[in-house]
């Protein structure tokens, strides 16, 4: 898959940002109507409807509120960024961008209509654990479900990105779709290093925010192709000794003391 692009399109869409009740004070709230809570919240797309045609979201459509009125997700293929304003139970949309990698047919087909129909004011419904915005009309709209937080242990984290110092990059063409790391209860850390399977013994002190992996990691020996080899490599040196994790919801950052790492979000359950 292409490497993904600077963010760069405007689009008049994406997502549904949110202001949350820090956010806005605008005409619902002056009117006594509170904003919706969605500031700090984080949701999966289950579907969209544009012009009245419902379609199933992919693996991976998300959406992520943040606290200062932001909106981080991703369309089942390219990442988004983008803002709202809050004003009672309407969220308005704000033009802002998505990543532009090449996307399988059917995704793509998906990711357009969620840009079109994530454009303007959306009215949103709270039920339980979902949250329904629609146009006007009610023709358009996407429906969510909230999403619990990724434990470090237990779940399968799947690598989508190396670190160096500030720096986040992709992983290299053709080397990533197999890599991915689980802990389980017992210290085990297994996965696969993106070609090669492996194991190891990982020791986690959850106050200090460190997991140290105890030995080099023990692997099989298939043959990889020169973009994997490169990717096993590198999460081979790092996956021995001492590193810094860090949680974000669902997402999960390792960096040894030179400040090399990976980037991994939790695989869709």
Known sequence: MPKPRALAVLVPLLLLTAC???GGAGSGAAAGEPDLPVAGTHWTVDAVTLDGRRSA???GARVDFEENGGVTGDTGCNSLD????VEGDTL???PHSVTEKGCPADRQRFEEELLKAFSGPLKGTLKGDGLRLASADGRNGVELTAE????LRGTTWKVEGLVSGDTASSLPAGSGAKARLVLGADGKLTG????????ATARVDEKARTLTVEGPA??????????QMKLETRLYELLDGPLTYRLNHRTLTLTDASGEGLTATAAAR
Request: aromatic share 2%.
């Open 57 to 59: 979201a992919p693996d």
């Open 192 to 199: 696969n290093l993106g070609c090669n399977d492996f194991s």
């Open 218 to 227: 023990a692997t099989t020996r298939m043959m990889c192709t020169s973009p």
């Open 148 to 151: 619990e937080e990724a434990p």
């Open 92 to 94: 308005t949309v704000t």
């Open 20 to 22: 949350g009740t820090e």
């Open 82 to 85: 983008a803002g709202v304003v």
